[in-house]
């Protein structure tokens, strides 16, 4: 997928005149990328338009004018975009209480290693960046990887060239962890966005 480019990132006046079209559309699509794993956690499937919405809204919340701050968060987002033969996801732990949630992260330490797409039953382990791992707990956020096995590329890649059907292609997100384990199938309309990723 083709990372965020300088040309694509609007100043903030001209931000302003498409913002709330540009924002109704990525968050549309957002939603249709987000899915619930195990009671709380929620992931998103990141794109090249969902993190696109996240440099322009950064730039407008903190103002952010001069090109060398503008580049580095260009930089910052594109983290977000799959490269080729992966998958990117977000994770949220959501746990509203906040003295539950710091008790949890303390508990869950680890679970940044504990994430995996399967696809067809080829298992694909999450990479996170270990530059945010901390030994003594873990984060609230989870930003990972996953790259695809030759196998379950193959699976979505069917899909895309029309070979299979979305619903012939079972992709599941799990996280293995001793304070947190879920796994969840991925509706067939996110089977075909993933698929639609890898064009």
Known sequence: MKPIERGEVLGLADYETI?????????????????????????VFENHDTALMQVQEMLRTERITREAAILHEIETYNQLVPGDHEVSA????????????????????????????????????????EARESPDRTTAVHYLKFPLEPAAERALRDVLTKAKKPADVVVELVVEHPRYSAKTTLPTSLVQNLAEDLA
Request: charged share 40%; aromatic share 6%; hydrophobic share 40%.
């Open 90 to 129: 977000t994770v949220l732990i959501e746990i509203e209480e906040k003295a539950d949630r710091e008790k949890f992260l303390f508990e869950a330490k680890g679970l940044d290693r504990a994430f995996a797409l399967v696809v067809d039953g080829t298992r694909c382990p999450g990479k996170h960046d």
């Open 19 to 43: 913002r709330d079209q540009f924002r109704a559309r990525v968050i549309a699509e957002k939603k249709a990328r987000r899915i619930a794993l195990g009671p709380n956690a929620t992931c």
